[in-house]
């Protein structure tokens, strides 16, 4: 919480300022009854219509100034909430970019864009309000009481006793209610949760025919939700009935006191005008104090929250300077990398080791979970490895510095997502300086050429958020094609051309081959088709590596590999059992 | 600001008439509720409107020294204690019976928006997306009951305040009375003209904020690729500009309407101090005491707040009636045709397809003269290109559509004399898409079948090889699954235990292994491969080398079977079907 100040300090001036003018608004409209009663026991006593006038001008111009004084508090209040606001969101933003992906995943990008929206948005409401009304209605009911004091001792102890009563209630109220408002909240959500299951799932239900028991799992939800809303429901209908009899009994206490203190000569009719006056005006704030209380309390929450990203620090150090550049054979070299995910058990990588070759192609297959996509994420430095090394051309990855990393290693990831503007500034995003030409080039090699070319406008094609205007293959191919523009040494392609048909992906594979400069390949891969004419295969089994060479060596000595072998091409099963020899996969091959 | 955000409805006049009417005949049971609402409402106000009067006597007691009339003042303050005792007894009783109304409504509606949407067509469900029928069932209900219900009662009161205040008024003095009335409009002109000002304000300001949420939700949606690309200072940048942009419209916007407030205010005291003025020239003459001020002063003080009451009620309650439109729409949508009851005995599992036409958009064809006959026990696989109507042959067997023309038999008897249940409950039905209820494992494996031993479960899971995880599982069959916890194929496993499970009579296998590893896959084909002996089945595939098994291969496209016969028979035939099954094998 505390951490946040910080943001504030650049608007200092504004957020002393702002309540500071609220308060001499709370000034003028205390000193109102006052005059109603100089009004009362001057004026009319003595049927002094001048003085009268004096008055009703001085209220005049009370209001004026009051009104002033407000609207400067206003401006400051907009001024430093939302500069706040702004300054807030920013260092988040930024800060996020600082987060490696051990952080991102246990943030999760939902709630880092939640926080970064309406949470900060009802930062900047609370800071708002706060600045505004968190002063004024403390002092309009402590000012009143105070005025109260000045009229008369004696009948402002009725106040002394009626505003830490009152306190008292609202408050209890509030905190009982609080929580069961969230528990509330929640019979809502699992409200709205059975009622989107029941829709997506609507096809399941009706094949299993459990209509009814569906029906009526919801009414039990919706009635548990009905009970706690009418239960919280009876607890806050009390404030307003209770303080409304609280400050009334008070009231009559304060006039028969005030009617003693009149009889004995102590006190004026008018004085005894003002200080219900006074009374009133307390009423009024304290109800708004106690709604001001709950949307402040909601902020507080949210800054915590905020807070709570902020203190995220990323677990990645980098040197500042990449160390002397060893160029040896090795494009990358796995030595014992062993590998778990913050929060899983067991590790998804075990003890992996390897060397690749500069230039070489490498595939790499395996079982869902078997940890393709866990490997190919180290050597960017996705991720730390927690055993072992991963080398970079000789390197240990962690002595390059983040830009020297980035440079080096395009990476490809399964999902492809695109941005909304053009398909230049989506290219670009390889390299902020790349020529059309180099991004003609790009698009070739990645089979899509002819996907823009039939765009209008063609790299100046808008895509929408997302890419949704794309198809599923349009979108992976651009995705490549966007990591080819920054002309990597390293390439990883997890599993991104899925959607491509197989011609396509074949051609793909063959441009990518083609590819001058030594560029060293990583393909993740389902299909055994993908990656067979790889140099060298990694066949990973449970996160570990259960056999690593060339598709005829693997299917010689790799019984996973084999496995996977046949599962997609069943009649070299059949072939490989008679014969008993490697099979050249047979009919399907032709 | 959160008013600003909310989407407005608007209805034209004519069709509020007919919600309303719709409105009173569902809130039937509560309309004594409602009347006595109120009724409470209205004593609670003019009591509460009541007290000042009784307070100014009380004040006009106490003259000077020694000229204070006690008796008389001790009544008052009897008569005052009774008041506000009662004016709190009856609002009380006033926000639990309101309390009561809205919730029981809101929990009517949406129960019986759950009932409805059991039996609406998937036409209709396919159409809507799911967020707008939630947003239907949860937000809109709430807003109608808040809104229009609670609306009702805050609108009555508020009439009733300003008639009881203006009564009162009157009743202490005319002419002061009539310059509040006459002033009154000042303060509505000048809060409707910096309402009309801000509102532009906020217009920009949620343009601004439309377009850095957007940004917000692809950078840090998708904050691993900026990191792959090293794009975190460009994104910051841009970040950067839509921010300043953002603060910009923010402040205006915040600064202007939070202008309302003290404008008001200052109209306010601007007319507290010409009644104080006239009040206190009026005095000495004898037409109004110091008590009648100090009443007059405290309505002056209040009297704005019946007036806002009633235009945000308005509003709202326009809203409200939007709301309910949209809830009236969904509730009154056409129900399926009603279910016959026929049942099937035991089901062979003999399907006949003749002469069916189909298509979801009556203006595009989709599946035509299609005809096909499936002896019991056949295995009937499915395959073409994406969009060809295989999963459209699923919703027709299934009856989640119904044909356009033509019949469907199962077992010599067409579909629309059985009951849905009989019909749906004959067929074991696996889809691409997973769905996953909230609940334990177990919950959702017995699904079909909920009174399944344990025994029987594992089981079904060792032969769905799904087993091996929830044994990993921290609480076995008993863990309570989340939409995230557990990846696409295991749910695609628990899908498939959930089937093997309910052994019926027949299967619907659409895409039902797409997520699973190949390897995982054979293992669990060889369990279908089981379960499908001697049961009808309809295999819907991408990956060919699954189908390669069946009795019947149906190659389609755009709607229509282009080929049909055995994976054998389709090869030699070197068509359509070759060609698919060639090129996903072609290494490269």
Redesign the interface.
Known sequence: MKSLAVYLRRYRKESVLAPLFKLLEVVFDLLVPIVVAQMIDVGVENNDKPYILGCFLILLLMAAVGMGCSFTAQFFAAKASVGFAAALRQAMFDHVQTLSFTELDTLGSDTLITRLTDDVNQVQNGLNLGLRLLLRSPLIVFGAMLMAFTINVRCALVFAVAIPVLLAVTFTIMLVSIPLFKKAQAGLDRVTGLTRENLTGVRVIRAFCREAQSVSEFEVSNRTLTKLNEFVGRISALLNPLTYVLINLATVFLISNAAVQVNLGGMQQGQVVALYNYMLQIIVELIKLASLIITLNKSMACAERVAGVLQVKTSMAYPAESSDLADGDDAVQFQNVTFAYKGAGAPSLRNISFTVKKGQTVGIIGGTGSGKTTLVSLIPRFYDADAGRVLIDGQDVKSYTREALCEKIGVVQQKSVLFKGSIRDNLKWGDENAADGALWDALETAQAGDVVRDKPGQLDFKLEQGGKNLSGGQKQRLSIARALVKKPEILILDDSASALDFATDAALRKAIRGLGGGVTTFLVSQRIAGIRQADQILVLGNGSLAGCGTHEALMESCAIYREIYFSQFPEARAAYAQVGETPEGGKANG | ?GKAAQIKYRLSQNNSVIILKKLFRMIGKYKIILGLSILFASVSVIL?LY?PIL?GS??D????????D?TS??GY?RQ??VA??A???A??GM??LN??MT??I??DL??QA??H???LP?SY?DRHS?GD??SR??ADTGILSDGLLLGFTQLFSGIVTLVATLIFMFSKNFWITLMVIVLTPVSFLVAKFIASRSFRMFHRQSEARGR???L?????????????????????DR??AV??E??QC??QA??YS??T???T??VN??I???V??IG??L??GGALT?GG??VL??YA??YMKPFNDISSVVTEMQNALACAARIFDLLEQAPETPDADGKLETVRGEVDIRNVDFSYDKSRRLIENFNLHVQPGMRVAIVGPTGCGKTTLINLL?R?YDVDSGAIDVDGRAIPTLS??AL??S?G?V?QDT?I??GTVRDNIC??R?DAKDAEIIRAAREAHSWEFIERLPQGLDTVLHEDSI?Q?QKQLL?IT?VML?LPPMLILDEATS????????QVQEAFDKLMQGRTSFVVAHRL?TV?NASLILVMRDGKVIEQGRHEELLAKGGFYSDLY???????
């Open positions: 600001m509460q007290v307070f009380a004040i007691e106490i003259i000077a020294a020694g000229r204070v006690f003042m001790w303050l005052i204690l506000v005792a004016s709190a007894l609002s009380w926000s639990l309390n009561r919730y029981r809101v929990q949406r129960a759950m009932r949407i059991q039996v998937l469900l799911t029928i939630v069932i949860i850095q949420t957007a917000i939700e692809e950078m840090i949606g998708n904050q691993k690729v900026v990191r792959a690309f090293g794009y975190e200072k460009r994104a910051s970040f950067a921010n300043e953002l603060r923010s402040q915040v600064f939070s202008l407030n003290p404008s205010r200052f005291n601007v507290y101090a010409g104080a003025l206190a020239f005095i000495p110091v001020l100090s002063l405290s003080n209040q299934m989640f849905r249940h749906r409950s067929f039905m889809l769905w209820k909230q699904f079909g909920p990846s194929g899908c959930r309910c997520s699973i590893d190949t390897r995982t896959e054979l080398s390669r060639n090129s996903q094998f072609q290494p490269s």
